[in-house]
Antibody, heavy 123, light 111 residues
Framework: EVQLVESGGGLVQPGRSLRLSCAAS????????MHWVRQAPGKGLEWVSG????????GYADSVKGRFTISRDNAKNSLYLQMNSLRAEDTALYYC????????????????WGQGTLVTVSS | QSVLTQPPSASGTPGQRVTISCSGS????????VNWYQQLPGTAPKLLIY???QRPSGVPDRFSGSKSGTSASLAISGLQSEDEADYYC????????????FGTGTKVTVL
């Protein structure tokens, strides 16, 4: 069974850091680009970041550029999101999502989603 | 933040046809394919339509997608109670070094 399981969320103070992880199983992880998508409470979906199969191509939403870093470890079938300088507006459910192809870009769409991990930024 | 505009809500009675619009621009819908996701209450999004009008295996054929110019539409024919959910369009956007953009979302209510 193809599965994505996120972890690492929690309550954190503004300005602090948090690292999210996504464990993949049931498919050949290094054949696919991966993404993080978030959803603030009661709000819509927002793409956060994407990474190609070999980490050669990476992108970020303007709202997180310079503060968040996406990475992957293909040997461990894992995706990560390092979040620094967190703000209240980063409060959201963070989803890990599998792309249809090895690169991220035009033609991308997400065939598998995790259940999400909740990040709450508050003092 | 969202660059794809959808109506906030849509509704219909069981068996009716409901259509959701998604308006974008030349840098996203105008030059890339459109995908649609369904999010049932309390669950993760699920791919509903890809490449403008293709249905993944397991998605009922009462769901259909179309695209024209810088706009796209999702149609649900023969509306069922289990279709009550949030629906999001999405596409790659070529501006600002490239990014994936979602629509504002539409809540479909089955009356």
């Amino acid at each position: 069974e193809v599965q994505l399981v996120e972890s690492g969320g929690g309550l954190v103070q503004p300005g602090r850091s948090l690292r999210l992880s996504c464990a993949a199983s049931g498919f050949t992880f290094d054949d696919y680009a991966m993404h993080w998508v978030r959803q603030a409470p009661g709000k819509g979906l927002e793409w956060v970041s994407g990474i190609s199969w070999n980490s050669g191509s990476i992108g970020y939403a303007d709202s997180v550029k310079g503060r968040f870093t996406i990475s992957r470890d293909n040997a461990k079938n894992s995706l990560y999101l390092q979040m620094n300088s967190l703000r209240a507006e980063d409060t959201a459910l963070y989803y890990c999502a599998k792309d249809i192809t090895y690169y991220y870009g035009s033609g991308s769409y997400y065939t598998v989603w995790g259940q999400g991990t909740l990040v709450t930024v508050s003092s | 933040q969202s660059v794809l505009t959808q109506p906030p809500s849509a509704s219909g009675t069981p068996g009716q046809r409901v259509t959701i619009s998604c308006s974008g621009s030349s840098s996203n819908i105008g030059s890339n394919t459109v995908n649609w996701y369904q999010q049932l209450p309390g669950t993760a999004p699920k791919l509903l339509i890809y490449s403008n009008n293709q249905r993944p295996s397991g998605v009922p054929d009462r769901f259909s997608g179309s695209k024209s110019g810088t706009s796209a539409s999702l149609a649900i024919s023969g509306l069922q109670s289990e279709d009550e959910a949030d629906y999001y369009c999405a596409a790659w956007d070529d501006s600002l070094n490239g990014r994936y953009v979602f629509g504002t979302g539409t809540k479909v209510t089955v009356l």
